[in-house]
């Protein structure tokens, strides 16, 4: 009565969505993380390429020197794991560090928010579900549905 439902019908379908609510809030979140993460490598590279750049020239100047790649060994190879990555982009120009980082900052604030809007759904879901649960009991449906599947079984 608290929640204005008064009909077993409309109470489980307002549980339903809920719980829905709660799931796509879940899948938006780790979207967003999976994103975000996706941005800071990309950021890795990026600054590990523009350090990396000078070593890289120097080493195809020496002609491609294998005592130049035991004494630059680290920085060749963050520099073609940069490349590597940057390739996998398919894009010919590199992207900004200010632009990567400003997305970044919009994808935290769009997970903070989701957060938010998570553990409210949470909380109504868990409220719906234990009237649910309740309203279950008190009416013997659990029972009632139980005793149905066993004898589904039975007939099997």
Known sequence: SENNLMNIEDLTAKTDAATARVHELQVTIRETEKRMAELHAL???????????????????AGYSKKFVAEHE?????????KE???????????????????Y????????QAYAEYHQAQHE????????????????????????????????
Request: aromatic share 4%; charged share 40%.
């Open 85 to 103: 990555a940057f390739s996998t982009l398919g894009t010919q120009k590199i992207p900004k560090v200010k632009e990567i980082q400003a997305e």
């Open 125 to 156: 879901m868990r409220q719906l579900l234990t009237v649910r649960a309740n309203v279950e009991r008190i009416l013997g449906i659990e029972e009632k549905e139980k005793g149905q599947q066993i004898e589904k079984k039975k007939e099997r």
């Open 105 to 112: 900052d919009e994808l935290k604030e769009k997970k903070k």
């Open 43 to 61: 950021k890795g590279h990026i600054i590990n390429y523009v350090k990396t750049r000078e070593v890289y020239a120097a080493y195809r100047m």
């Open 74 to 82: 680290q920085e060749i190879k963050l520099h073609q794991a940069a």
